[in-house]
């Protein structure tokens, strides 16, 4: 399908659609879950079990969801989330305020604090997330700054899910948006990149929207040619159906800036 750029998310892409259908956390629903339970366990992984932290993270891409946020919010007391859509910020915003109609991640929070060993402390948990997120931000990956006139010292860590395949239309731009969002780190800060692999659409309510097909390799190759050093990434395959969307695996990738 045609490539969906940013100016047709911030015309056509509706949060709520979004959440309803890839965030609804539930037993029953355990195949649709799969790369959210693949996600979070990884960023467990990243932010609890191997312990990167810091003072700042940003995220990159953040779009209507805090899941992101539930194990680095342990790590991180600084949290910046960004996109380049105002209903984003908006939907964010609404459970943030805990204002009617937010979206109801408590599922999910009680999952993630399991994984912790403690899933008593749910509630303790959403409070730690909306401490910690300090901003939401305007952003846009495929620009050299892009915060635009937004300037913030280096941040300890990034984190992206999501974002770069939607917002690239071709491999060529894919790396060049790493490359822009790796201004916003330190040399030796980490990147945590969740990414979907060989998907070429995905929908929102009735509206499919573009995604750069990707694979394992060529995620790996963009990481070492924006200076980046990979940790791990661990890959898994799901199985959403395809009225919903192609995709055929999940990665998530740790990796630091080089020095130089
Ligand atoms: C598939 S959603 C991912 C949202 C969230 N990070 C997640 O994990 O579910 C893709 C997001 O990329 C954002 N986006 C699209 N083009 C962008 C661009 N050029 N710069 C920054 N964000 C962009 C969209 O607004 C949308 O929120």
Redesign the pocket.
Known sequence: MAFT??DF??GH?N?KD?LDT??TFSSAKEHENGFLIF?LKNLHQAFILDDIKGDTLI???????I??FLSACESFGEIIA????EQ?WEEMQRWLRKEPGAFDWSPVVKYVCELEGNREKWEEKEEKVRRAIKQILK????QPS?LGPVSLPPADCLL????LE??CKDLPTFRS?LKNISSLVKPGGHLVL?SILEETY?KVGQQP?SCLYLERASVEEALKGAGFAVKWLNETKINLPLSVTDAKAVCVAVAQKCQN
């Open positions: 750029e940013k998310y911030a892409f949060p979004y890839y965030y996600y995220d990159i891409g953040s779009g209507p969801t899941y992101q960004t996109d380049y859509c984003n952003c846009d990956v495929t892009p992206s899910s999501l974002c939607s917002a948006a969740c995905y929207f």
